[in-house]
C-alpha cells in the first residue's frame, strides 16, 4: 500500500502498482521510487559521466606518477616503481572505508558525495604544493631539466596530499560503481538487462575518461608542465562532483543495512555456543522470518545452502531460545536467521575466488609502472615528435573499449545461440578465466619485446631514456592484450561481485574487486623487492636495475606469466567449487546458468 500513496490519488488500478520498482528502493524523500520518475538510464547517465570526469582527474595523478617521483623527487626506478604500488594499492584499500560507511550508516549518495569532496581536497592541495615548493626551478621534470632538493616538510606536503587524492577516490569508486546499478531494477526484466549492460559501460567510461588523462595531460606533464596536469585534475574532478550533486532528485536510493561486523560476529557466536548440539536433518527446522523479505531493512531472503554445515547451528533452535522468544527476550547473539547464516557463507565462498584475482591485478599494475620504465628505454620519438612513454596506455583503453563492443555485440550473442535454449553468454566465471589467460598472453608479449629492447640497447649510456633503437610501439600488443583482459576480468569482477553479495553488503562486493587490485599493487612492490634482493647479490645489478640496458626485465615479466599459469590452474579448481547465492523467487536453474563455470 505504501507505493500506491505515491501514485495519484484514487488510481488502485494493478498497472499503477507496477509502475513502483519491485526491489525495494526507495526516491529521495524516503518513498518508494516510481519507475517513470527515477533512475534507469537517465540516472545512469549522469552517473557514468560523473564517473569519466573523475577518472580523467585520479589518472591525471596516477598515469604519471613515477616519472613524477623520477624526475621531480629524484627517486631511483625501483624506489618509484614501489611508491606507486603503495599508493595505488592504499587507494584501493580505502575502498573497504567506503564500502563499510555506506553499506552500514551512510548509504551509497551520501558516502559518494562526501569522498568527492575529499577527492577534490586532496587534488587542490597536491596541485598548490606542486607549483608552490615542488616545480623549482620553473620548467623542471622533464626528460633534460632536474629538479632541485626539497625539505622534508615540503616532502610530506606532496605524500599528504596524494593520500588524500587516495582516500577521496578509494572511498568514492566501490560506491560509484554499486549506486549506478542501484539505478535499475532488476526484478524488471528490461530493466535487469540494462544492468547488466550498465557494468560494461561504467568500465568503458572509465576507460574513456583515463584517455584524456594519458594522451593530452600525460603529453604535459612529460614535458615538465606537472603543475598544469595536476590543475586540470582538480577542475575535472570538481565538475564531477558538482554533476554528481545536480542528479539529487531522480536516483534510487538503497536504505544502510547496519554493521556487517555484528551481524558476522552474531552468527559465529551463535554456531560456537551450540556446536555440541546434534543438528536435525530436515533444514525446515531452522530459524527464519517469514515472507520474501528479512528483517534487515527489507533485504530480500537468502535461501538454505549445504556449504559450512557448522554455521546452521546459529539458526537451530534451542528449548531455550524457544523460551525466549515467548518471552520475548530473543538475543541475536544465540539465535539467528537463515538469511543472516546465509549471509556469513555467501561472504565465504566468494573468498577463495577473490583471493585468484590478486596474481591478475599484480600483471595490471605492472602497465603504470614498469610498462612506463621500458618505454622510456625505448626510440619514443617519430620524427621531432616524442611520444611520452605513459600514453601508450592509450591502446590499453582503445583495446578496452574495442573488446567491449566485440564481447557485447559478436562474443556474447554467438555463444548464446550455441548454449542451450534460454540460457546467457558466457557467465561471469568463464569470462575471469578468459582474463587470466589473456593476462599470461601479456606478460610473454612483453618479455619478448624487451629480449628485443635489449638487444637494440646501449648498455653503457649514462642518461639511459631513449637507449635503445627499437620503437616504443612494440609495446602496443602488451597493452592490448591487457585492454582485452580487463574487458573480461574486471568488467566480470564487478558483474559476479555485486550479483553475488547479499542485499546489504553490495558496496562490499564491488569494494572486493578493487581490494583485488590493491593487494596486487602491494604484492607486486614485495616481488620487486624480493627480485631485486635475490638478484644483485654477488654485486650484480639485479632485474631491475636503475638502467635497464643492464637488467633483465624480460626474466621478471616471464616469472610474472608462470605464477599466473598457476593461479589459473588453481582459479578453475575453485570457480568449478563455487556454488551461487541463491534468493527468494530465483529458480536454481537460472542461478546455476548465471555463475556456472562449465561450458
Known amino acids: 500500500m505504501a507505493c500506491l500513496e505515491v501514485c495519484k490519488e484514487g488510481k488502485l488500478k494493478e498497472e499503477q502498482e507496477e509502475a513502483c520498482t519491485q526491489d525495494g528502493s526507495v526516491d529521495w524523500h524516503g518513498r518508494p521510487a516510481i519507475k517513470a520518475k527515477s533512475g534507469q538510464w537517465t540516472a545512469g547517465i549522469i552517473i557514468l559521466l560523473n564517473q569519466g570526469l573523475a577518472t580523467l582527474a585520479f589518472f591525471g595523478v596516477g598515469v604519471n606518477l613515477v616519472l613524477f617521483l623520477t624526475r621531480v623527487l629524484d627517486q631511483n626506478n625501483a624506489e618509484a616503481a614501489n611508491n606507486v604500488s603503495k599508493w595505488t594499492g592504499t587507494v584501493y584499500i580505502f575502498s573497504l572505508v567506503g564500502a563499510f560507511l555506506s553499506d552500514s550508516y551512510w548509504g551509497r549518495y551520501k558516502t559518494c558525495a562526501i569522498f568527492q569532496v575529499i577527492f577534490v581536497i586532496g587534488l587542490v592541495s597536491l596541485s598548490l604544493s606542486s607549483y608552490l615548493f615542488l616545480i623549482r626551478p620553473r620548467g623542471c621534470g622533464n626528460q633534460e631539466m632536474p629538479c632541485g632538493s626539497h625539505s622534508g616538510l615540503e616532502i610530506t606536503l606532496f605524500y599528504l596530499s596524494i593520500y588524500l587524492v587516495a582516500l577521496g577516490n578509494g572511498g568514492y569508486q566501490p560506491n560509484i560503481a554499486t549506486f549506478g546499478a542501484d539505478q535499475f531494477d532488476e526484478d524488471d526484466p528490461k530493466e535487469g538487462h540494462s544492468k547488466v549492460a550498465f557494468f560494461s559501460y561504467f568500465y568503458l567510461a572509465l576507460n574513456l575518461g583515463s584517455l584524456f588523462s594519458n594522451t593530452i595531460l600525460g603529453y604535459f606533464e612529460d614535458e615538465g608542465m606537472w603543475a598544469l596536469g595536476f590543475w586540470v585534475s582538480a577542475g575535472s574532478a570538481l565538475a564531477a562532483l558538482v554533476l554528481f550533486l545536480v542528479g539529487t532528485t531522480r536516483y534510487r536510493h538503497f536504505k544502510p543495512s547496519g554493521n556487517p561486523l555484528s551481524r558476522f560476529s552474531q552468527v559465529l557466536v551463535a554456531a560456537i555456543r551450540k556446536c555440541s548440539v546434534d543438528m536435525p536433518p530436515d533444514t525446515d527446522e531452522l530459524y527464519d522470518i517469514d515472507g520474501n523479505y528479512s528483517s534487515m531493512n527489507g533485504n530480500r531472503k537468502i535461501l538454505h545452502t549445504d556449504e559450512f554445515k557448522f554455521l546452521d547451528r546459529a539458526a537451530y533452535i534451542s528449548t531455550r531460545d524457544v523460551e525466549e522468544q515467548k518471552k520475548g527476550t530473543h538475543s541475536m547473539w544465540r539465535l539467528c536467521p537463515v538469511t543472516q547464516v546465509e549471509e556469513v557463507k555467501c561472504v565465504l565462498r566468494l573468498l577463495p575466488i577473490w583471493l585468484c584475482t590478486i596474481i591478475y591485478s599484480v600483471v595490471f599494475t605492472q602497465m603504470a609502472s614498469l610498462f612506463v620504465e621500458q618505454g622510456a628505454a625505448m626510440k619514443t620519438t617519430v620524427s621531432n615528435f616524442r611520444i611520452p612513454p605513459a600514453s601508450m596506455s592509450s591502446f590499453d583503453i582503445l583495446s578496452v573499449a574495442l573488446f567491449i563492443f566485440l564481447y557485447r555485440r559478436v562474443l556474447d550473442p554467438l555463444v548464446t545461440r550455441i548454449k542451450k535454449k534460454g540460457s546467457r553468454g558466457l557467465t561471469e566465471l568463464q569470462r575471469m578465466g578468459i582474463g587470466l589467460v589473456i593476462a599470461i598472453m601479456a606478460m610473454v608479449s612483453a618479455g619478448i619485446v624487451e629480449c628485443y629492447r635489449l638487444k637494440h640497447a646501449d648498455k653503457d649510456c649514462m642518461h639511459c631514456e631513449g637507449s635503445s633503437s627499437l620503437s ?120 546455476d546458468d548465471q555463475v556456472s563455470f562449465k561450458l
Not at 498 to 515: E, R
Not at 522 to 533: F, H, I, P, Q
Not at 539 to 568: R, V
Request: net charge negative; with cysteine; hydrophobic share 45%.
Open 472 to 591: 616504443i610501439f612494440w609495446q602496443v600488443p602488451q597493452y592490448a592484450f591487457i585492454g582485452a583482459s580487463e574487458v573480461f576480468m574486471y568488467v566480470g569482477q564487478l558483474e559476479f561481485f555485486n550479483a553475488q553479495t547479499p542485499d546489504g553488503l553490495k558496496s562490499f562486493g564491488s569494494a572486493l574487486c578493487m581490494t583485488s587490485i590493491s593487494l596486487g599493487n602491494y604484492v607486486s612492490s614485495l616481488l620487486v623487492t624480493m627480485v631485486m634482493k635475490i638478484s644483485t647479490e654477488d654485486h650484480m645489478p639485479g632485474w631491475i636495475p636503475g638502467n635497464l640496458n643492464k637488467g633483465h626485465l624480460d626474466w621478471f615479466y616471464f616469472l610474472l606469466a608462470g605464477l599466473t599459469t598457476i593461479d589459473l590452474i588453481v582459479y578453475i579448481a575453485c570457480a568449478r567449487w563455487y556454488k551461487s547465492i541463491k534468493l527468494e523467487g530465483k529458480t536454481a536453474e537460472n542461478i
